[in-house]
């Protein structure tokens, strides 16, 4: 057994608990013997000082020249508990009359007294109980006067007799239960073992989980356990979407890559065998092209995969408009010529976030734009500063743009309409999850051109900072 | 032998246009499904390739709708989908054979070859008639036990007549077979690869039926 385990844990704290109640009874039924053994012994010395003197007074002793009458005790001064309750009983009397000893005086002369009270300093000539000590020993005194006859008698009693005792009671008490100890630790440690077991069983199922079977945990488990297997159940939801999620990318990503391979495997055997220099021209032209879809669907996916990775970002303060213009400049100038862009660029928008990613968010927004657009169509471009630190970026174009606005940002996803155009449907999955990483938002609407709006929502530089993060 | 193209990658199709060509096929292209539904109604087909990831949607629905209205063309899928659930379905539809793309062009000729063969219920590549021995695989002919070189275009022609021997083929069908739709035919071009033919083989091998077409006479010989 672990030392940093629940079962040591309780097996610990139920012991400790137990003996600390046991020592606590033990303590308490000790005082409470020991009270009720002062009153008992009290009355009892009381009564034996009443009783001598009543006999004294009336039966007065024949005096033999001025020597006190002593009575004998038993000579057995061993305190232990060695001897049954019959060997104690003896002939002459009981071992404890040792510890009772009396002394009557008349007159101020010693008349009578025990064998053991022989040694006994005078007692005080004042009524009551009295704490006296002889050899070390302390005895409880009780002094009795009967003012007709001018005597005075004494009891004593050694007071260890009544501690013995009282701990003789407590520990009649508290031995049954200290030798109960032991089984019933065992017993406990058998109740908490089994009370673990549906730990135990659910750790051995999440134990057995491996990826490809993820199948929820439906185990009956106590109502404390539940929340737990609802909670590893959810977790096992989520990681088999996520390898779905993968899954489905590998898949799509692989049909990608296909047809562009096909291409140029085609057309590159098609190359070894032409004899018509137009053979040649169209082969080479389309393993051209098809290097080119390639390496654009290529770098893609290690975007993708980059961003996946990519867990915090640079923030920077980084001006829209000079960003914008740069993301134009880096569209192929074909499509740049496409379209007619119209620019309401709001210059003292300043973005908070890296540079590098929003520069590739505009990119593939204003690319798409362009593309979706017919030949001189338009594309407007819109930048403000909203009231509450955010910047908000419209791009919109005309046209007949087909699209699913719910599926718009699915990695692959591409309307059917649109399988001609160039590209594979990752764009706007990467501007999805840059805009993300950015806590900002982006939503597509279709307009009333016949194109799409895209608004995009990103936070704003805090004011202040003024040093821009390009020039 | 025409077969029917359906494939909406531009760069794709040609390619395999040119190389079923060199090969001795006349492939018609298609971009999608709606076309090639029409297509296959308006002309006869020896087989089909079907990439499935059409724009319109609508490969597995053609595969259907063709079996149900008894079209027994072959039809060879070429996809990029190479999930088992997508060839399951397709295969359980009606297609004869399912290549996952990129594809090996000597691959996707034999396969057509194969579906051909099977359709044509034949068990080998060699075509033997009225003393001609042409093997599809190689283009090999032999007239008598002498070998006979043929132009692409004879041995396309050669290839209709002697799957389709005693049958009159007329001067459209054999236009089509061996120019296709766009094909810039000249008025007598079929009457010049037929005599070169007659002038290889035999003149008396393939008969002239006036008003009508042409006809292999298989017992040509005997």
Known sequence: MAINSIKFYLLLGINLLMLGALSLNAYIAYNDALHELNEIYDAELARSAKLISLLLSSNPLPLNEGQPVVVAVPHVTDMGETMTAQQERLLDGHKYEGKIAFQAQQHGQLIMLSENALQFPTPQHEAGYHEITEHGTLWVTFSFFVPEQDLWVFTAQRVDIREEMGEHIAQAQVRPILFMMLPLSLLIYLVIKQVLRPLNLLQQHVADKTPEQLHEIQLA?????????????????????????????????SHELRTPLSILQLHAQNLSTAKDPNEVTEAIFAITEGSKRMSHLVNQLLSIARLDHLETINFNPVPLTPLLHQSLAQLPPLLLDKVHWQLQLDDSCLLHGDNALLQSVLRNVLDNAAKYS????NVQVTTRVEHN????????????????????????????QHQQVEGAGLGLSIVKHIIALH????????????????????????????????Q | MRILLVEDDELLAKGMITRLKRLGYQPELCTTGKQAALAAQNSNFALMILDLGLPDGFALDLIRQFRQSGVSMPILVLTAQDQLQTKLIALNSGADDYLVKPIDVMELEARIRVLCRRQQQRTDDSLQLAGINLNLNNHHCQFQQQDVTLTRREFMLLKEFMLKPDRILSRQQLEELSYGWDGDTESNAIEVHIHNLRKKLAPEVIKTVRGVGYMLVSHYGH
């Open chain 1, 221 to 253: 488990l106590p109502a404390e356990l539940q929340p737990i297997q609802s909670a590893i159940n959810s977790l096992l939801q989520r990681i088999r979407h996520y390898l779905q999620q993968e899954k489905r990318f590998i898949a799509d990503a």
């Open chain 1, 374 to 377: 017919p030949t001189d169509g």
């Open chain 1, 389 to 416: 630190q955010q910047i908000c970026i419209l791009i919109s174009n005309n046209g007949n743009v087909a699209a699913d606005t719910s599926r718009l940002g699915d990695r692959f996803y591409r309307h059917q």
């Open chain 1, 439 to 470: 806590q900002g938002q982006l939503s597509f609407m279709r307009n009333d051109r016949g194109g799409l709006d895209v608004i995009m929502t990103l936070p704003a530089a805090p004011r202040g900072n003024v040093t821009p993060a390009i």
